[in-house]
C-alpha cells in the first residue's frame, strides 16, 4: 500500500463550481434573510427577558432555556421571495442588503416582520431596476430618431441667405436716385437661389 494514496497530493485542485450569478445571488440575499430573522428573534427574546426582569424584579435568565425552534418562513413565502429575488441584477445585491438592514435598525421588527420588510426591499429594487431599463430604452430610441433626423439635415439647401444684397425698392431711393446706389445693411437677410450667384 503506497502512502500517495493517504494523502491528497496527486488528486487535482477541486475547482470552485461555476455558478449562475442569479443563483449566488437569491443564495446571498435568502442567507441575509435568515440571518436577520434570527437576529430579530434573539432581540425578541432580550426585549421579553427586560420586560420579566423589571415586572418580576428578580433575574432568571440564568435558569430559562431557550427553545430549539424558531420563527420560519411558510415554504409557499420562501419561494415567492425566491422568485422576487431572481428578479434582482447582481448589481444591485448589495444595495438591496444595505436598504434591508437600513429598514431593520430603523423599525426593529419581530421576527415575523422581518420578510414583509425583505419584500418591500425587493419591490423596491425592482421597480428601480425596471425605470432603470424604460429610461436606457428612452435613450436608446432618442440616439436613434436622433441620426435620422440629423442625416435628413445635412444636405444643402439650394437656396442662400445674402444679408447684405437686396434688390428691394424703397422710398428712401427714390430720394437718392443722384447718387450712386451703395450696398446697404438690411435688418432681414434676402433669400436668393444658387443660380443667381
Known amino acids: 500500500m ?25 443564495e446571498t440575499l435568502m442567507m441575509e434573510l435568515n440571518w436577520q430573522t434570527k437576529q430579530a428573534e434573539k432581540q425578541q427574546r432580550e426585549r421579553e427577558n427586560e420586560y420579566r426582569k423589571i ?5 432568571y435568565g440564568w435558569l430559562v432555556s431557550y427553545p430549539k425552534q424558531s420563527y420560519d418562513i ?66 436608446r430610441q432618442w440616439n436613434t430618431k436622433n441620426k435620422t433626423s440629423l442625416s435628413l439635415t445635412t444636405f444643402k439647401s439650394r437656396s442662400r441667405i445674402s444679408p447684405f444684397i437686396s434688390d428691394i425698392k424703397t422710398i428712401s431711393e427714390d430720394v437718392e436716385r443722384g447718387t450712386q446706389p451703395t450696398r446697404r445693411v438690411w435688418s432681414m437677410p434676402e433669400f436668393r437661389n444658387a443660380k443667381d450667384y
Not at 109 to 130: C, D, G, H, N, Y
Open 55 to 59: 415586572k418580576t424584579g428578580v433575574d
Open 2 to 26: 503506497s502512502l500517495a494514496s493517504w494523502f491528497r497530493w496527486n488528486e487535482p485542485p477541486n475547482r470552485i463550481s461555476q455558478r449562475n450569478p442569479t443563483e449566488m445571488v437569491v
Open 74 to 139: 411558510s415554504p409557499g413565502e420562501r419561494l415567492q421571495l425566491e422568485d422576487m429575488c431572481t428578479k434582482i441584477h447582481p448589481s444591485y445585491c448589495g444595495p438591496v442588503i444595505l436598504r434591508f438592514r437600513q429598514l431593520i435598525a430603523e423599525y426593529e421588527p419581530e421576527a415575523q416582520e422581518v420578510s414583509r420588510l425583505f419584500r418591500s426591499v425587493l419591490q423596491e429594487a425592482a421597480e428601480k431596476i425596471k425605470e432603470e431599463e424604460e429610461a436606457k430604452k428612452l435613450a
